[in-house]
């Protein structure tokens, strides 16, 4: 739906923009993240045409949008991080015109309107004046605006900024269901919004792409080579400590005794660079069954999404590995 090739923009002398490609295939959900100035804002109002790219190739529905400007914008419904509304208006009035402005012929003007005031949970408001609604609901008509036309892919830079935790809820939800019917890239800095939402993260940090995969690809990438582990044993800790530090494999064992309580405790355990936490666990197992100590936990520590976004942008996490456990400069 989306094809982004060799994308790059100065502005003057700077480079926003550096070889930037990446595609959107049709039906999915595409988070872009980035921190502030990474080039996020940037890719969206180049890829929707309000910024000519000074270099490279984009492709909506396999229209080039530099050759064929209209039609491709057609395809496109866009949310800006600010939300252009005629605040004087009214929410179905607004719709309306907004809706003509696309082409959307008369006949078929009040039904689509209708769709998308219903699709955006706005029926109650539609004959409000958009300067009285809330923050909320402005985004909520800024995406009905978005999806009036009818576009095949749909781009959404930070829908939800400036809203409240119930907001935010509410947009997230209208999300999810407007990715039933289309395609979806969307930049946002709520990252527990974009691991319920989008199938794969694109990731743009200082105008170059940093990484582009799946969230459970980019764990298994970038995971930590530890387990946290639970023992019921009457040894103390400190023979436990150098029982687990005596497995092969393991570098480090740390006692966590905030979370131990009486017979039952809990180490965090890290293996050497070359093995597998899959293989840390089994050899843990085994001494478990062999000392004859109950084992209540063990959990395989995988990176949070946003500890992978700090180490793709800041570089702090640590370097990547690949599936075979190799490090990745």
Request: hydrophobic share 40%; net charge negative; with cysteine.
């Amino acid at each position: 739906m989306l094809s982004v090739e060799n994308l790059f923009k100065f502005y003057g002398d700077f480079l926003a923009l550096d070889d930037v490609s990446f595609h959107v295939g049709k039906g999915e959900v595409v988070g872009l993240l980035g921190p502030n100035g990474a080039g996020k804002s940037t890719s969206m109002k180049t890829i929707v045409g309000y910024l000519p790219q000074t270099k490279g190739r984009i492709r909506v529905d396999g229209l080039d949008i530099s050759r064929y400007p209209i039609e491709s914008r057609r395809r496109i419904g866009y949310l800006p991080e600010h939300t252009p509304l005629y605040t004087d208006m009214r929410v179905r009035e607004y719709l309306t015109y907004r809706a003509q402005l696309k082409g959307i012929g008369w006949r078929s003007r009040k039904s689509r309107v209708d769709y998308v005031i219903g699709a955006t949970g706005l029926e109650d408001r539609e004959r409000q004046s958009i300067e009285t609604l809330s923050k909320g609901y402005k985004q909520r008509v800024g995406i009905a605006d978005a999806l009036v036309g009818d576009p095949g892919l749909l781009i959404l830079d930070e829908p939800t900024i400036g809203l409240d935790p119930n907001q935010i809820r509410e947009v997230r939800s209208l999300l999810e269901s407007l990715a039933e019917r289309h395609t979806i890239l969307l930049s946002t800095h709520i990252l527990p919004e974009v691991e319920r939402v989008c199938d794969r993260v694109v990731v743009i940090a200082k105008g170059k792409i940093a990484a582009d995969d799946t969230i459970d690809g980019l764990r298994a990438r970038y995971r930590e080579n530890a387990v946290r582990i639970a023992l019921r044993a009457d040894e103390t800790t400190d023979a436990l400590k150098t029982a687990i530090q005596a497995v092969n494999g393991v570098s480090s064992v740390e006692p966590l005794f905030a979370e131990s309580e009486g017979t039952r405790q809990v180490f965090w355990v890290e293996a050497a660079s070359d093995l597998s936490d899959d293989v840390l666990a089994e050899r843990l197992v085994s001494l478990s069954i062999d000392r004859g100590w109950p084992l209540s936990e063990l959990t395989p520590q995988r990176p949070t999404l946003e500890q992978i976004f700090v180490r793709l942008t800041m570089g702090e996490l640590g370097p990547a590995v690949t599936d075979d456990g190799e490090r990745v400069a």
